[in-house]
């Protein structure tokens, strides 16, 4: 079973009316999540299941990276993701249908973050549409731990901007 925490992309302060939760994505995240998007396609990477956080620039992100993987099924967005703590991302993660083998999350920091260290010790920041892949030794998602975690990859935006 695969895992891969998928940070959403970089978002706007620029109207400061807004609350937190309807922030969109700026000029760098609009590109940012395509290219990510388009990177996991180049890998050949499908989910079976893409589960958001519904905040605008999580389910944003999301909607971007489905259409470039060409995945076609319903995102789900569960309110448990926004700022509730990693241990809600957890309890969403051990409820997934077996069947699904590949899942994307799109989350917040540093819940993410928490997530990452606490299956793999993944200890640097993941950084907006940062992704940190994982996979587990096991047949069923309410299994998952740290005990049969194993980190992958780890892939960022800045990965591929020129070197000036």
Known sequence: MK???????KSS??????????????????????????????RGV????????????AKTTAEIIAKKVKYSKKIIFKKEIYDVGESAIRKILKKLDDENSVVFIFGHNPDL???????????????T??????EFDCKRW?????????FISFDYPKRYKEVK
């Not at 895992?3 to 992309?9: G, V």
């Not at 922030?23 to 999540?33: D, E, I, Q, S, V």
């Not at 499908?46 to 620039?57: G, K, L, Q």
């Not at 309410?142 to 194993?150: E, V």
């Open 129 to 134: 549409c940062g992704i940190v892949e994982i």
């Open 13 to 42: 302060w620029k109207d400061s009316s807004l609350d937190d939760f309807d922030r969109p994505l700026n000029k760098r995240g609009k590109l940012n999540a395509p290219l990510m998007g388009t990177k996991l396609k180049e």
């Open 142 to 150: 309410k299994d998952i731990s740290s005990l049969n975690a194993k």
């Open 46 to 57: 499908v989910p079976d299941v893409m589960i958001s956080s519904p905040a605008f620039r």
């Open 113 to 127: 973050n928490m997530l990452a260290e606490r299956y793999v010790g993944f200890d640097e920041n993941i950084p």
């Open 3 to 9: 895992l891969f925490i998928i940070r959403h992309a």
